[in-house]
C-alpha cells in the first residue's frame, strides 16, 4: 500500500481542518460550510482512492469510523448542548473517516477513536489550564473550543496510531 493511499485524505483534509481549528480557537464556532467542505473532500478522496485501489474494506472501516465517532459526540452534544456543539459532531464526520481509513478491523477503527479522543481531551484540559493561567479565571463556566484539540488529536492519532496499536 502506498503512502500516498495511507495518508492522501489527511494530506487533503489537513489544511481545512487548520483552518477549522484556527475559525474555532477565535471564534468558539466551526462553520458548517467548512465542515461540509472538508467531509465532502476527504469522503471524495476516500472514494477516489477505494474505486482506484480496490480497498472497498479500508472504505467500509472508514464509515464506521464516522458513524462511531459522530455517535459518540453526539450522545454528548445530546447529553449537554451547552458543552459540545453541533459543529464539533460535524466535524467528527470527518476524523472518524480519517481515523477509520485504512484500518484491518473494526477493532482497530475502535482503539484508533479511543486514543484520538483521549489525546483530544488532554489537549482540551491543557488548553482550559493555559486559558486559566494567562487570564487568572476559574474554570467552571470558561467555554473551550474543543475543535482544535479533535483535530490535533486525529491528525496525530492517524499519524502514530498504527504503531500505538500495533506495538
Known sequence: MSLLHVYGPLIVATPVLG???DIDRRTKRIP???SLLVLAMTASTI???TLVGDQRADATNAAIGAVVLGSILGALHA???DGLGMGDVKLAL???LLLGWTRSNALDVALMIAWCLMLASALGLLSVATMMRRQDISARG???PFGPSLCAGAVVVTIVGPSLILG
Open 19 to 21: 483552518l477549522i481549528s
Open 32 to 34: 458548517d460550510r467548512l
Open 47 to 49: 472514494t477516489l482512492l
Open 79 to 81: 447529553i449537554r448542548p
Open 94 to 96: 470527518t476524523l472518524g
Open 142 to 144: 470558561t467555554a473551550v
